[in-house]
């Protein structure tokens, strides 16, 4: 999955995709997607904090990982809590 795809498809459904940061900004809060030493990493951060990270060995790879996350989200809650 490409960054494009990625964004295409949290916007079909229904999902704001400023809520994903793809830059290293410390001082953005929400899901984050970011390139380290060994691969790439999804977590999410508030106030700074980082948490949840889970490692993958692409982008893509990390991001069907956040996207499928976030789908199965919008599906049982609604994307009104996802896009607050």
Do not use: H
């Amino acid at each position: 999955m490409t960054r494009k795809e990625f964004i295409d498809g949290l916007i079909e459904n229904g999902i704001n995709p400023n809520i994903v940061n793809f830059d290293d900004d410390v001082w953005k809060d929400g899901y984050c997607v970011r390139k380290n030493y060994f691969g790439w990493e999804v977590f999410t951060r508030d106030r700074g904090i980082e948490f949840n990270a889970i490692g993958f060995p692409s982008e893509s790879n990390a991001l069907e990982s956040l996207y499928e996350s976030l789908v199965s989200f919008c599906q049982k809650f609604g994307p009104e809590y996802l896009n607050m």
